[in-house]
T-cell receptor, first 113, second 112 residues
Framework: DVKVTQSSRYLVKRTGEKVFLECVQD?????MFWYRQDPGLGLRLIYF???????EKGDIPEGYSVSREKKERFSLILESASTNQTSMYLC????????????FGPGTRLTVT | GQNIDQPTEMTATEGAIVQINCTYQ??????LFWYQQHAGEAPTFLSY????GLEEKGRFSSFLSRSKGYSYLLLKELQMKDSASYLC?????????????FGSGTRLLVRP
């Protein structure tokens, strides 16, 4: 079974802090994704990566950056957290561009105070 | 723009059948997905449609009409454990097959 893990289930940070959310997948998948999920808005794509050191902006990249130094790990970085970044963050991975199923991690609920 | 619509909430009775609708307007179409998400958990894949028609998988079936921009997820013999959110997602572009556009999700409550 594919396993996607995220470093924290719950996180509380202060406004202005730098925040790192880590995601690891154990199935040698090429593609990894970061979404945020908010009530009434569904999942929205922040960034994705289709290879090591390769990244592309999703629909809402403002205020975020990402890092993919190793194939299995994809990090989401909030350079200076703000209260409007309080959300559920979901990481996902898929095998390659022809693979249509995305496998999701359990999510990190981030609260910025 | 991209738009995916689904009802916000539905309620059904254990043992019954429920149909969750999804309509979409996207720039191009390369597949429609349904995911199930229990509260506090990760979404899990349920079904994939790229051609018109009905795909059946056990108690769950998914239907697609590309000309109408419409899909539905049919759940039969409802069980209490089917209480969850159901997410409709569309992959809009042939050359960007990695992206999915998600609807807001339909929260289904199954009552005894």
């Amino acid at each position: 079974d594919v396993k996607v893990t995220q470093s924290s289930r719950y996180l509380v940070k202060r406004t202005g802090e730098k925040v790192f959310l880590e995601c690891v997948q154990d199935m040698d998948h090429e593609n990894m994704f970061w979404y945020r999920q908010d009530p009434g808005l569904g999942l929205r794509l922040i960034y994705f990566s289709y290879d090591v050191k390769m990244k592309e902006k999703g629909d809402i990249p403002e205020g975020y950056s990402v890092s993919r130094e190793k194939k299995e790990r994809f990090s989401l970085i909030l350079e200076s957290a703000s209260t409007n970044q309080t959300s559920m963050y979901l990481c996902a991975s898929s095998l390659d561009l022809s693979e249509w199923e995305q496998y999701f991690g359990p999510g990190t609920r981030l609260t910025v105070t | 723009g991209q738009n995916i619509d689904q009802p916000t909430e539905m309620t059904a009775t254990e043992g019954a059948i429920v149909q969750i609708n999804c309509t979409y307007q996207t720039s191009g179409f390369n597949g429609l997905f349904w995911y199930q998400q229990h509260a506090g958990e990760a979404p899990t894949f349920l079904s994939y449609n790229v051609l018109d028609g009905l795909e059946e998988k056990g108690r769950f079936s998914s239907f697609l009409s590309r000309s109408k921009g419409y899909s539905y997820l049919l759940l039969k013999e409802l069980q209490m454990k089917d209480s969850a959110s159901y997410l409709c997602a569309v992959r809009p572009w042939m050359d960007s097959s990695y992206k999915l556009i998600f609807g807001s999700g339909t929260r289904l409550l199954v009552r005894p």
